[in-house]
């Protein structure tokens, strides 16, 4: 069972889960980038779902690896903290409709 977000914590449920804090950082940021490259790849082709997908999969990344540097006490750049949030805000508005 997923636990839902409450108000300290806004990460929206992930479909596969993310094993963030445990990983490798160097890993976290190589999967960031394939998956940033993916989604944009996919928004170039104009495929919906793809795009939709790809999006998730970035989130996934992106949620994983500033879990990392959480977990490390190490900071979350502002950059990558603010791109989250949007992406979560996102992803949690394609799950609406």
Request: glycine content about 6%; charged content about 25%; proline content about 5%.
């Amino acid at each position: 069972m997923t636990a839902l977000p409450t108000s300290h914590d806004h990460r929206i449920p992930l479909q596969g889960g993310h094993a963030g804090a445990m990983g490798d950082p160097r890993a976290l940021w190589t999967r960031v980038e394939q998956s940033r490259g993916s989604m944009a790849e996919s928004r170039a082709q104009l495929v919906a779902t793809q795009y939709a997908r790809s999006r998730w999969d970035y989130l996934e990344a992106l949620q994983a690896y500033t879990d990392c540097l959480t977990a490390h006490h190490r900071p979350v750049p502002y950059r990558l903290r603010d791109e989250l949030r949007l992406l979560r805000s996102t992803c949690a508005a394609d799950t609406v409709y």
